[in-house]
């Protein structure tokens, strides 16, 4: 079982940044896909990014494209999620996770997830 801790999220005004922070156990990090997902309140949990074991390939949605980025530290088993020109819609409680593409969709590969880390963007 992988434990995962998110953090670097806060309150901050549409237009700033923030960049988020995922540290994970365990020796095999390094063979996963990581993942950022955002819940907002009274919605579903949402996928935002992902990144290739080695860092090379990454996905974003829609929402987020051009915005945030995604990258990883291996040796620091961490992975980030930079996010620049936030909106109000950017708020939600992000979290990190081991992913497969499944269905259509990335979803976390064994249903480990953090605790989440609240960002929230005021107009």
């Known amino acids: 079982q992988v434990q995962l801790v998110e953090s670097g999220g806060g309150l901050v005004q549409a237009g700033d940044s923030l960049r988020l922070s995922c540290a994970a156990s365990?020796?095999?990090?390094?063979?996963?896909?990581m993942g950022w997902f955002r819940q907002a309140p009274g919605k579903e949990r949402e996928f935002v990014a992902h990144i290739s074991p080695s860092g090379g390939t990454t996905i974003y949605a829609d929402s987020v494209k051009g915005r945030f980025t995604i990258s990883r530290d291996n040796a620091k088993n961490t992975v980030y999620l930079q996010m620049n020109s936030l909106k109000p819609e950017d708020t939600g409680v992000y979290y990190c996770t081991a992913v497969i593409f499944r269905g259509g969709n990335y979803r976390s590969l064994n249903g480990d997830w953090g605790q989440g880390t609240q960002v929230t963007v005021s107009s």
């Open positions: 365990g020796r095999a990090f390094g063979s996963y896909r």
